[in-house]
């Protein structure tokens, strides 16, 4: 199977700990843009509404990951894997306050796994 996103050994490990300091029931949300960026933003479960604007592109971390469906629709032909920078994440963010951030990257699906991917049932 495809997965639509990943993320780095850093980001799991910071995921972790941000387990341990708010409780396991976390999620992950990627807009695009405005007073929120366009990063993958870290949230408690339930802080933010999610709805038929968005997209449940799977797990990283034990943690669901959504993004806004008018980045998906840009991104879906990508992997997005998601990593850590030391710095100021989304100004919501809950890794902000540890000093990193996280961080999306991308990489172009293969011929084999666009194919692959059109066999699953899409989620827009």
């Known amino acids: 199977m495809v ?29 695009g843009g405005c007073c929120d960026n366009s990063a993958a933003n870290c949230y408690l479960l339930g802080e933010i509404t999610m709805g038929a604007g968005d997209v449940l592109l799977g797990e990283i971390g034990g943690c669901a990951f959504y993004i806004g469906k008018a980045q998906y629709d ?18 919501f963010s809950l890794e902000t306050p540890e000093g990193k951030g996280f961080l999306t990257r991308s990489r172009v699906f293969t011929a084999e796994e666009l194919q692959a991917l059109q066999g699953l049932k899409q989620t827009d």
Do not use: N, R
Request: hydrophobic fraction near 45%; glycine fraction near 10%; aromatic fraction near 8%.
């Open 3 to 31: 997965d639509k996103v990943i993320a780095t050994p850093a980001a799991l490990e910071l995921i972790a700990f941000l387990k341990t300091k708010h409780g396991p029931g976390l999620m992950f949300h990627q807009s």
């Open 74 to 91: 840009y991104w879906k032909h990508t992997q997005l894997i998601i990593d850590v920078v030391d710095g100021s994440g989304g100004d």
